[in-house]
């Protein structure tokens, strides 16, 4: 078991980052930006559109466009952008191919609720790309096809349950916001059983909770439940947690434990999707799951989702056997943005994507070097274009690891990255997209040199 952040710790903290100083300058010149979040708070419920936004620090800011790399906010300060809309904006912000595809459904219409060309045209995309696909089907968010895919699984094996991993995301739904960032008090208190993760949550939704990258608590699930578990879904890497990695052997693992079992294995690839490779966490890690959700980069920033499976079991809801249903599902917008976007990736191919991993690993390494240089204990973990930064003695291994990181320390880190102009989520997450230059990468670290001065 992990101890806790500031036993571990506490001979780890390097220098600091001016929290007060940086803190007083992002206020003195993000004044729209308060003045805005003052007026929405009084009409929308916290002043944001999605819980985890209100965790901005000092407070969540208001933007006006993207180009690229860069996100500018109300007050006219330009930012390189590292959230990259927790996800979706794998090509930068207003892609023109995309923009331009965009613009030329708008003149024919949002939404038809009816069949049109587009739709066909991406599954044909998907399947080409997607090792897992024989066929697909659409809905609006990562959230929604989650359920999808978790309905399927009950549907085709005649069970209830399913294995979840603690510190995994899989959306918000009832079902599944379970064991998601549970504190040590929480996993002890709850003896092996979920955790949800806010009120008013049903208490278990069917979910059987093990530990990323331990075969044994695998192992033990499926001794206990095992003729109940309809299916193992997982984040293939682990990026709502740390950005931790599949260890050697564990996903060739999962797939053989499912098989065997009768269970299916669903790689829940909404980051990893289009991300790691063309083909997902599937492709680059070479195990093919059952069934596989995607969303973020498929719909290039547009309110697109998808599931891929295997005939046999897509065939159940190409029958109507399994209810898949939604008035916006496969709305043209969102498909003329995904038709663009995934030609435009498909195009890069896989030299493009290495490009863009060596990219992400020269910032890797330059913020690992450079935070060391001034005396900070730190440390990253991931995988190319999705890695984690904590400071922290040694990346982690499973979620329980990433708790002895000081999450109070990265708070003032991003601070007076922002205060800089770099722009990152507050999880210690930085995403690096196809916009992002060498240039770009330079100019972060001299930021970075500069923070931590
Ligand atoms: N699955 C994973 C791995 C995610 O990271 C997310 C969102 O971050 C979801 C599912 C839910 O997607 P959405 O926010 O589109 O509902």
Known sequence: MATTPDVENRESRGGHFDAAEREQSVRSKTAGSRSRFERSRASLAGGVSTGLRRSAHPYPLFFSRGEGSQIVDVDENPYLDYTLAWGPLILGHNPPEVTRAIGRQLANGTTFGAQHDLEYEVAERLIEAIPCADLVCYANSGTE????????????????????????????????????????????????????????????????????????????????????????????????????????????????????????????????????????????????????????????????????????????????????????????????????????????????????????????????????????????????????????????HNYRDTLAALRDLYRDFALALLDEGVLVLPDGRWYVSFAHSDSDIDQTLAAVSRAAH
């Not at 995994?168 to 208190?189: A, K």
């Not at 530990?211 to 608590?217: I, Q």
């Not at 910032?363 to 060391?372: A, D, W």
């Open 145 to 396: 096809i989650v359920q999808v895919a978790l309905r399927l699984a009950r549907a085709v094996t005649g069970r209830t349950q399913y294995l979840k991993f603690e510190g995994h995301y899989h959306g918000w739904d009832d079902s599944v916001l379970l064991s998601y960032h549970p504190s040590l008090e929480e996993i002890e208190r709850a003896q092996g059983r979920a955790v949800p993760t806010g009120a008013g949550q049903r208490p278990d939704g069917g979910a059987v909770i093990a530990e990323w990258n331990n075969r044994e608590s695998v192992e033990q699930a499926f001794a206990a439940h095992g003729a109940e578990l309809s299916a193992v879904i997982c984040e293939p890497l682990l990026a709502n947690s740390g950005s931790i990695p599949p260890a050697p052997g564990f996903l060739e693992f999962l797939r053989q434990v499912t098989s065997e079992n009768g269970a299916l294995l669903i790689f829940d690839e909404v980051i990893t999707g289009f991300r790691l490779a063309y083909g997902g966490a599937q492709e680059r890690y070479g195990i093919t799951p059952d069934l596989a959700t995607f969303a973020k980069a498929v719909g290039a920033g547009t309110p697109l989702s998808a599931l891929a499976g295997q005939r046999r079991y897509m065939d159940a809801i190409a029958s109507g056997r399994v209810v898949h249903a939604g008035t916006l599902n496969g709305n043209p917008l969102s498909l003329a943005a995904a038709k663009a976007g995934l030609d435009v990736l498909r195009s890069k191919g896989a030299a493009g994507y290495e490009h863009l991993r060596r990219r992400a690993e020269t910032l890797r390494e330059g913020l690992e070097r450079i935070l060391r240089s001034h005396g900070f204990t730190v440390c990253t973990c991931g995988d190319g274009p999705v890695f984690t930064l904590s400071f922290a003695a040694a990346p982690p």
